[in-house]
């Protein structure tokens, strides 16, 4: 095996602490061609279809490439923008955001960026970037907040198989959830809060995550778990009871059990209850995307309405809000701990304005 090495490395290069922030991913372009390499990359990849691989590459390879491109990039064309894919340009403001907030408060010796687990930017190429500008400790941060073998352990996968190819690997830190965070369920409260102070409220909120197979969960993936409390914990901290919040999953594929219940059927049992206004939020989806846009802003409401509903709201994702950001920030401060030091103009700087403010 051949050892990578950095071309341009040199011994008197000054170290420095790398932040990596990452998301799933999306195509390079709503086009058939850009969707079946993305979907063959991200189909491809054992932690998400946990098939004996050669029944699944007969599967993928000669039906679900064959056909789901198509309508995938369809779907794409719907949501796409001047700045591309939204969940890119969602992640690309929420790196600089968190980097503006990192080097103004430890100085320009951390480097933060962004990369996706699958398409562009790739975490290869990233973090490749990263290790040329001489990081030598590298803390990775997937926004997903809630874990999952999926995405979570996938993330790692990638990270792991790239330095195995490295002759030399920085320190490394992991963070595999933040589903129970306080910044992070007050983000999320403060952002339903504030759809109330201009919409008021509906007969229920739903949270809506993104399913996975059942089996999953009966295997020990804390997946299920995880989000179930999350929703318990903004419900608390909003001071909804029981009766006015839902809990269901999302984007299902394929005929097995997913988790229960399922967000569509349950949107559209509900004017059949009673339940004639809803508003839904996403607190696994850290950026809007496909997911939350076309299915649960139009794919969804259209299900609700077509019921006998008669209000639909669906709640955007926090995206790079400021106190999504904050929440982020603090997360990354904890389990940056003993890597950092605030250089001493800083420092110095600080106690001469809290001096001043005093005055």
């Given at each position: 095996?051949?050892?990578?090495?950095?071309?341009?490395?040199?011994?008197?290069?000054?170290?420095?602490?790398?932040v990596?922030?990452?998301n799933?991913?999306?195509?390079?372009?709503?086009?058939?061609?850009?969707?079946?390499r993305y979907?063959?990359?991200?189909?491809?990849?054992?932690?998400?279809?946990?098939?004996?691989?050669l029944?699944?590459?007969?599967?993928l390879?000669?039906?679900?490439l064959?056909?789901?491109?198509?309508?995938?990039?369809?779907?794409?064309?719907?949501?796409?923008?001047?700045?591309?894919?939204?969940?890119?340009?969602?992640?690309?403001?929420?790196?600089?955001?968190?980097?503006?907030?990192?080097v103004?408060e430890?100085?320009?010796?951390?480097?933060?960026?962004?990369?996706?687990?699958?398409?562009?930017?790739?975490?290869?190429?990233?973090?490749?970037?990263?290790?040329?500008q001489?990081?030598?400790?590298?803390l990775?941060l997937?926004?997903?907040?809630?874990?999952?073998?999926s995405?979570?352990?996938?993330?790692?996968?990638?990270?792991?198989?790239?330095?195995?190819?490295?002759?030399?690997?920085?320190e490394l830190?992991?963070?595999?959830?933040?589903?129970?965070n306080?910044?992070?369920?007050?983000?999320?409260?403060?952002?339903?809060?504030?759809?109330?102070?201009?919409?008021g409220?509906?007969?229920?909120?739903?949270?809506?995550?993104?399913?996975?197979?059942?089996?999953?969960?009966?295997?020990?993936?804390?997946?299920?778990?995880?989000?179930?409390?999350?929703?318990r914990?903004?419900?608390?901290?909003?001071?909804?009871?029981?009766n006015?919040?839902?809990?269901?999953?999302?984007?299902?594929?394929?005929?097995?059990?997913?988790?229960?219940?399922?967000?569509?059927?349950?949107?559209?049992?509900?004017p059949?209850?009673?339940?004639?206004?809803?508003?839904?939020?996403?607190?696994?989806?850290?950026?809007?995307?496909?997911?939350?846009?076309?299915?649960?802003?139009?794919?969804?409401?259209?299900?609700?309405?077509?019921?006998?509903?008669e209000?639909?709201?669906?709640?955007?994702?926090?995206?790079?809000?400021?106190?999504?950001?904050?929440?982020?920030?603090?997360?990354?401060?904890?389990?940056?701990?003993?890597?950092?030091?605030?250089?001493?103009?800083?420092?110095?700087?600080?106690?001469?304005?809290?001096?001043?403010?005093?005055?």
């Amino acid at each position: 095996m051949k050892y990578q090495g950095n071309p341009s490395f040199s011994h008197s290069q000054r170290d420095k602490v790398g932040v990596l922030v990452t998301n799933l991913g999306t195509p390079d372009a709503p086009k058939k061609a850009e969707l079946r390499r993305y979907l063959k990359e991200f189909l491809s990849d054992p932690r998400v279809v946990e098939v004996p691989r050669l029944i699944w590459w007969m599967i993928l390879n000669f039906v679900i490439l064959n056909i789901r491109p198509s309508r995938s990039a369809k779907a794409y064309s719907g949501v796409w923008t001047e700045r591309g894919s939204p969940l890119l340009f969602h992640t690309e403001d929420q790196a600089n955001a968190i980097r503006e907030k990192l080097v103004s408060e430890y100085g320009d010796h951390i480097v933060v960026e962004f990369a996706m687990r699958y398409g562009s930017p790739s975490i290869n190429s990233v973090v490749d970037k990263m290790q040329q500008q001489g990081v030598r400790k590298l803390l990775v941060l997937p926004l997903y907040p809630q874990y999952c073998a999926s995405t979570t352990a996938s993330t790692f996968d990638a990270v792991a198989q790239h330095f195995m190819k490295k002759r030399w690997m920085p320190e490394l830190r992991f963070i595999t959830h933040y589903h129970d965070n306080d910044g992070y369920i007050e983000a999320v409260s403060e952002k339903i809060r504030e759809h109330w102070k201009v919409n008021g409220k509906a007969n229920k909120l739903v949270f809506s995550y993104h399913g996975i197979p059942k089996r999953y969960l009966l295997k020990g993936d804390p997946y299920h778990c995880e989000c179930h409390k999350t929703s318990r914990l903004i419900a608390e901290n909003l001071g909804l009871n029981k009766n006015e919040y839902f809990t269901s999953f999302q984007s299902r594929f394929g005929r097995e059990e997913w988790l229960t219940p399922y967000t569509d059927e349950s949107l559209k049992s509900f004017p059949a209850q009673g339940v004639k206004s809803v508003q839904v939020v996403c607190p696994g989806f850290s950026a809007d995307c496909l997911e939350t846009i076309e299915e649960i802003g139009e794919e969804n409401r259209d299900y609700f309405l077509e019921a006998g509903g008669e209000r639909y709201e669906y709640i955007d994702a926090l995206n790079a809000d400021a106190q999504h950001i904050e929440a982020l920030h603090h997360i990354l401060v904890d389990n940056l701990s003993g890597w950092l030091s605030v250089p001493e103009d800083t420092t110095q700087r600080s106690v001469l304005s809290k001096a001043m403010g005093a005055g």
